[in-house]
């Protein structure tokens, strides 16, 4: 009767194991992950025009079929200008208001948007424009601020963001995201 017991344990054992060792050699790898991140976006681009730099003076196409412009030299950031706004440039440490939605470029062509934007339930989400100081504001990426370098509030944009440069929760996930936002104005 024992030998039973302890054969089914052993049994019970070497499969538990064997899960575990097959579970472990399915991961992938950091650096794998940051490849089929660069994948994903590649195959997102390859769709869309990309422009090789920013345009002199800020003078952005718009619209639809405007070009992605790149926002740093390795490549983490895209952004495409749906609308120029007509508010002013964002001062530091202002609050800025976003309403935005986004999409997980892995599963592109897939589109499976969430967000603030279409839920007036979920409010407005806000930072305070270059403050790394603070939590509320670090914790949507350095990304989701990048455009206001360029662009006046009320503008609206699309926004290629890979992970390290996305929210801090998710950074380790290694997934690029395609965000639509509008930045709205706050007070100084």
Same mark, same amino acid.
């Not at 054969?7 to 070497?14: D, G, H, K, M, P």
């Not at 992938?28 to 976006?41: G, I, R």
């Not at 508010?87 to 208001?97: C, E, H, L, S």
């Given at each position: 009767m024992k030998n039973k017991y302890? =054969?089914?344990?052993?049994?019970?054992?070497?499969? #538990?194991?064997?899960?575990?060792?097959?579970?472990? =050699?399915?991961?992938? =790898?950091? #650096?794998?992950?940051?490849? *089929?991140?660069?994948?994903?976006?590649?195959?997102?681009? #390859? *769709?869309?025009r990309v422009a090789e730099a920013l345009p002199e003076g800020n003078k952005f196409e718009t619209g639809d079929n405007a070009p992605y412009y790149p926002l740093d030299d390795e490549g983490n950031l895209y952004m495409q200008v749906i609308e120029?706004?007509?508010?002013?440039? #964002?001062? *530091? *440490?202002?609050?800025?208001?976003?309403?935005f939605r986004r999409t997980n470029l892995s599963l592109y062509p897939i589109m499976s948007w969430d967000g603030n934007s279409d839920n007036i339930e979920l409010g407005d989400q806000s930072f305070r424009y270059k403050n790394t100081s603070l939590q509320s504001s670090v914790q949507w990426g350095s990304g989701v601020q990048a455009p206001l370098e360029y662009l006046p509030l009320n503008s609206q944009v699309r926004l290629v963001v890979k992970s390290q440069y996305g929210w801090t929760s998710e950074i380790a996930y290694v997934i690029p995201?395609?965000?639509?936002i509008r930045y709205l104005p706050g007070k100084i």
């Open positions: 302890i =054969s089914r344990f052993l049994a019970v054992a070497l499969m #538990a194991v064997c899960a575990t060792i097959q579970s472990c =050699s399915d991961k992938k =790898s950091y #650096a794998e992950l940051l490849q *089929d991140e660069n994948k994903a976006v590649n195959v997102f681009l #390859a *769709d869309h120029v706004g007509d508010g002013p440039m #964002a001062q *530091d *440490d202002q609050i800025v208001y976003f309403r995201f395609l965000y639509e």
